[in-house]
């Protein structure tokens, strides 16, 4: 990869955050992949790099802001003071930071242990139904959530 410099990274962050349908999986566009394609060719032509070297530059960016993000989501979790939370100072974080949060702080959290148990409860009540509906065995309708326990 060859080197680049502040400026250059920062034109590119910037050149990449125009380009939406990348990073934002709320765009329309996210799933396209002739969009997507089309926005990679086009910071190709504005940072004069190949596709794998602005790829591979953007996961070493996305690492490295991950985990000053997180150092400062744990200062503050941590309770320390406003003086005392962590507070990057590497020179792309500011930037990374204005368009990315919102993508890493997602408003609704999903317990994906409590789908799957509800997915399988579900799919349980639902055959249990059936084979009552057929006569093939006999259960209470009231009694169908003890039998799935």
Not at 59 to 69: D, G, P
Request: hydrophobic residues 35%; aromatic residues 12%; contains cysteine.
């Amino acid at each position: 990869m060859s080197d680049w410099s502040d400026e250059t990274t920062l034109l590119f962050l910037e050149s990449y955050q125009n380009e939406q349908c990348i990073w934002n999986p709320k765009d329309v566009n996210h799933k396209n992949r002739k969009k997507v394609n089309d926005a990679w060719t086009r910071l190709c032509v504005i940072m004069n790099k190949s596709v794998n070297e602005l790829k591979s530059k953007k996961e070493i960016l996305m690492a490295t802001f991950r985990r000053h993000l997180n150092k400062k989501k744990d200062s503050i979790r941590s309770g320390a003071g406003a003086n005392d939370t962590y507070k990057p100072i590497w020179f792309a974080y500011d930037l990374m930071e204005s368009f990315l949060v919102p993508v890493y702080n997602s408003t609704q959290n999903i317990n994906t242990e409590w789908v799957r148990k509800s997915t399988i409860f579900h799919y349980g009540l639902f055959i249990l139904k059936s084979l009552v509906h057929k006569n093939i065995i006999d259960i209470p309708l009231n009694n169908f959530r003890y039998y799935l326990i």
